[in-house]
């Protein structure tokens, strides 16, 4: 059975992918069982075939994904280097070449520094995904540079109502994705900006209060 959270992010990135406002690199974050891997492998999917499996666990072979584990407790530099030739390589199938780096935290931070560059040098068809199991397990450079997706811990069937006791990051990401799909011809651009100030919002360890009234506040003022 699929999870709501789970679903409710397959819709949002339906739609980044049709609206091509992918971005380039992603931190897949949240405590064990929250499905960051497994969306992520959905994902894959969706890109190749045009649409997320009806079941999880449904494996369809992939061409254009590639899923660096690590080796031996940790993920150093020369496979993040490596990761350069698939990055560029052409996709087959796919609109982008997805590349899922998983148990993230475990980079050295030379390779994490590698990972810096690849990002910020990485070709328009190239995607990123890095899973840690929280926002704060990558070095700031890295981090800085990535959407973060936040997923709660054993999501259950049906979404519970946000609350004060709610993480920051999760309710404005559940206000961004409940406007989203409220508004379903909402323009491109109005989209991109509340994401992009999401990403902002993980990144810098404010005022939450604040912060939250702002971004929401700008959000509305934007509709």
Same mark, same amino acid.
């Given at each position: ?7 409710? =992010?397959? !819709? ?33 999917? *969706?890109?190749?075939?045009?649409? *997320? ?17 690590? #080796? ?9 280097r490596a990761l #350069?030739?698939?990055?560029?390589? #052409? ?5 982008r070449r997805l ?23 990485? @070709? ?10 929280? /926002?704060?397990?990558?070095?700031? @450079?890295?981090?800085? $540079? ?13 979404? @519970?109502? +946000? +609350?004060? !006791? +709610? ?11 409940? $406007? ?8 491109? +651009? ?12 993980? #990144? ?7 912060? !939250? =009234? /702002? ?9």
């Open positions: 059975m699929k999870h709501a959270v789970l679903e409710e =992010k397959q !819709e949002l990135f339906k739609r980044l992918v049709q609206e091509d406002l992918l971005s380039h690199a992603y931190l897949f974050f949240g405590a064990l069982g929250g499905g960051k891997r497994t969306f992520a492998r959905e994902l894959a999917i *969706f890109l190749e075939y045009g649409a *997320f499996p009806k079941e999880s666990g449904e494996a369809p072979a992939l061409t254009d994904a590639y899923f660096l584990e690590p #080796r031996e407790g940790v993920i150093g530099i020369d496979e993040v #350069r030739d698939t990055a560029y390589g #052409r996709p087959l199938r796919s609109p590349i899922v780096v998983e148990r993230a935290e475990l980079m050295t931070s030379e390779a994490q520094a590698s990972a810096l560059k690849l990002t910020e040098d990485a @070709p328009p068809k190239a995607c990123f995904i890095f899973i840690a199991p929280d /926002g704060n397990a990558l070095l700031p @450079p890295l981090s800085s $540079r990535l959407a973060r997706v936040y997923f709660p811990a054993n999501p259950s069937p049906e979404v @519970p109502e +946000t +609350t004060e !006791e +709610t993480p920051l990051a999760e309710r404005v990401e559940a206000d961004i994705i409940k $406007r989203f799909l409220e508004n379903k011809r909402a323009q491109s +651009t109005r989209i991109a900006w509340l994401l992009k100030k999401h990403a902002e919002l993980s #990144r810098y360890n404010l005022n939450e209060r604040l912060q !939250e =009234k /702002g971004i929401m506040y700008n959000g509305v003022e934007r509709e």
